[in-house]
């Protein structure tokens, strides 16, 4: 799974999200490809002529969320460990990827916020394509690692530090090798949004175990700079905060978007997603159709989902869930903060705005938070939770 933060409003910018599919960092100056050329610098003038030249952000992010969501649907935490599902997956994730990159131009066109996004989702897809790319494209990448270009250099060396970190996502003393090449990255370019984004990413998915995860979080903390790096203090604070909660019981309680009284504690027995999303989140709705399997598959054996609102309007939350089928679990909603167009108040009460959208909380049958990062893995550990 994907993930990463970028900033939206209402319209899209503004408010902290992640990216449920992708961890990106985009607009890539290259990538890497399955086909005899590799690397690309950009898009294909082809593909950019295709896009309008005048257009809003929301509407650009628009654009791109069908293939994101169907991105989303190819990508598999097995790819992290596998071998041949990176090879299985890679026919389809990199022409997804490519058409991704294609919107870089017109994500830049919209201004300085949109530049923002477009870096920040490049340092997210990049990873993945080195991940699923061929042994051609690799070599190619070790090669460009020691380009006299610097930014095509510092490019495929962060690229090729992150596959490996994922590759030995389940191997902790070699995922441990990976922290030696990433300091001296890091050093060498302390002041780098491209570089810290894409260590960000390793710190929140795919470390072997969460003293790496905190071991590749200070990469970027003691080496780098920057308000990037300023906002990922503050983003990590809230993630150890997180995971300070887990193995401790934990009950929900709000009100629903229908105005009714509710509590988790009701649900003793059962297995609970908590999902933490909004409308205006366009991560959230690339994951809804993982989450309505989910439903689903697992709802008649003992799982429920409690959806946790963070839109500033009630139509806007029930228009959306009448026209998105399968989706007849609870909404808690927070009208007092939403007149104000503040988050709602239990994801505020867990610091969500610094970890950003979406979030997802997994509760056991005995009410205890197993994990705080069901997001990235909540298909594996639903049903191991149902057998308890």
């Not at 690799?138 to 596959?163: F, V």
């Not at 503050?234 to 009284?261: F, M, S």
């Amino acid at each position: 799974m994907l993930r990463t933060d970028y900033l939206v409003k209402e319209n899209m910018m503004k408010f902290r999200t992640k990216s449920h599919f992708l961890g990106p960092a985009f607009l890539c100056t290259m990538i890497v490809c399955v086909a005899n050329t590799p690397l690309l610098a950009q898009p294909a003038a082809a593909e950019q002529k295709k896009l309008p030249a005048a257009r809003t952000l929301e509407q650009v992010l628009g654009e791109m969320q069908p293939a994101l969501t169907e991105l989303n649907g190819a990508l598999e935490p097995a790819i992290m460990t596998s071998a041949a599902k990176r090879a299985e997956v890679a026919p389809k994730i990199l022409p997804l990827t490519k058409k991704l990159l294609a919107f870089g131009p017109a994500l830049e066109a919209t201004g300085a916020e949109g530049k923002a996004v477009s870096t920040q989702i490049r340092s997210e897809l990049l990873p993945i394509i080195a991940l699923v790319a061929d042994a051609e494209s690799i070599a190619m990448l070790k090669q460009m690692s020691g380009s006299a270009d610097p930014e095509l250099a510092r490019t495929a060396k962060l690229a090729m530090i992150t596959a490996d970190w994922w590759k030995s996502s389940q191997d902790a003393a070699a995922q441990a090798k990976v922290i030696a090449p990433a300091i001296e990255l890091a050093k060498a370019n302390a002041t780098s949004n491209e570089i810290a984004a894409g260590f960000s990413t390793l710190a929140r998915r795919g470390a072997a175990s969460r003293e790496l995860a905190n071991q590749i979080a200070a990469v970027i903390t003691d080496n780098m700079s920057g308000p990037f790096v300023d906002q990922f203090k503050q983003t990590w604070t809230a993630i150890t905060g997180l995971h300070a909660r887990e193995n401790k019981p934990l009950v929900i309680t709000g009100t629903t978007v229908d105005g009714k009284a509710f509590t988790t504690a009701d649900l003793a027995g059962k297995v609970i997603l908590v999902d933490f999303w909004a409308v205006w989140c366009l991560p959230c709705r690339a994951a809804l159709p993982e989450v309505k399997q989910a439903y689903s598959t697992y709802h008649d054996k003992g799982f429920e989902i409690v959806g946790v609102s963070s839109d500033f309007s009630a139509q806007t939350l029930n228009s959306f869930i009448e026209s998105e089928q399968g989706m007849p679990w609870p909404q808690l909603f927070d009208p007092t903060a939403a007149a104000k167009e503040k988050w709602n108040s239990i994801a505020t009460g867990f610091d969500l705005e610094s970890v950003g959208l979406p979030s997802m909380f997994l509760i056991d049958k005995k009410g205890i938070l197993r994990t705080v990062d069901a997001a990235e893995n909540f298909k594996e550990m639903i049903p191991k939770l149902l057998a308890e």
